[in-house]
Antibody
Framework: EVQLVESGGGVVQPGGSLRLSCADSGSTFDDYTMHWVRQAPGKGLEWVSLINWDGSTTYYADSVKGRFTISRDNSKKSLFLHMNSLRSEDTAFYYC????????????????WGQGTLVTVSS | DIQMTQSPSSLSASVGDRVAINCRASQSISNYLNWYQHKPGKAPKLLIYAASSLQRGVPSRFSGSGSGTDFTLTISSLQPEDFATYYCQESFSTRMYSFGPGTKLEIK
């Protein structure tokens, strides 16, 4: 069954903003670290950002640092990605995914993933 | 930052073939290496975690090996549904993750 569903993608002009959402239909959303991963057209997977279970820890790829903000609402079992100052190189499918990160911060894996939402940055 | 490379970048094979996809890390990552399968328009799927552990529900024809810097994903007997792109991913870094560039497996 589909557990993670992304939404909010669309066409936006360079310099614009967009907010992506990821809804979790599973039962234990707040047990998990959540991630955003993207895939530009014809390219491979690129990790974008993570947020830990209670939102107290966030990390970002250098390519989006200072422009994107990850957040979550555990009461609504939802993950968000606020994207500002969008550039053409941000055009991609954006996927959300779950992982379980242990104390060391190492050794986790992403499962499951959503099917993605497409963001197109173009004038 | 850890750099991940994969070889080959593409591979043509037939149903029933045994294939191997290689992944190399720019520094030792112990066994903190995962493999994913991705088909167009679908969610990426976890196949192997911690270098050699098979994810629940994944067919046993998939296997992973390696540690340190060199890793291999092996498919023992290709099935029609296995034609896809495969990515390795390191989870050694604590503040980021790196994926390999992918290996596209096509039907010969």
């Amino acid at each position: 069954e589909v557990q993670l569903v992304e939404s909010g993608g669309g066409v936006v002009q360079p310099g614009g903003s967009l907010r992506l959402s990821c809804a979790d239909s599973g039962s234990t959303f707040d047990d998990y670290t959540m991630h955003w991963v993207r895939q530009a057209p014809g390219k491979g997977l690129e990790w974008v950002s993570l947020i830990n279970w209670d939102g107290s820890t966030t990390y970002y790829a250098d390519s989006v640092k200072g422009r994107f903000t990850i957040s979550r609402d555990n009461s609504k079992k939802s993950l968000f990605l606020h994207m500002n100052s969008l550039r053409s190189e941000d055009t991609a499918f954006y996927y959300c995914a779950k992982s379980v990160r242990y104390g060391s911060g190492r050794g986790d894996w992403f499962d499951p993933w959503g099917q993605g939402t497409l963001v197109t940055v173009s004038s | 930052d850890i750099q991940m490379t994969q070889s080959p970048s593409s591979l043509s094979a037939s149903v029933g073939d045994r294939v191997a996809i290689n992944c190399r890390a720019s520094q030792s990552i112990s066994n903190y290496l995962n493999w994913y399968q991705h088909k167009p328009g679908k969610a990426p799927k976890l196949l192997i975690y911690a270098a050699s552990s098979l994810q629940r529900g994944v067919p046993s024809r998939f296997s992973g090996s390696g540690s340190g810097t060199d890793f291999t994903l092996t498919i023992s007997s290709l099935q029609p549904e296995d034609f896809a792109t495969y990515y390795c991913q390191e989870s050694f870094s604590t503040r980021m993750y790196s994926f390999g560039p992918g290996t596209k497996l096509e039907i010969k």
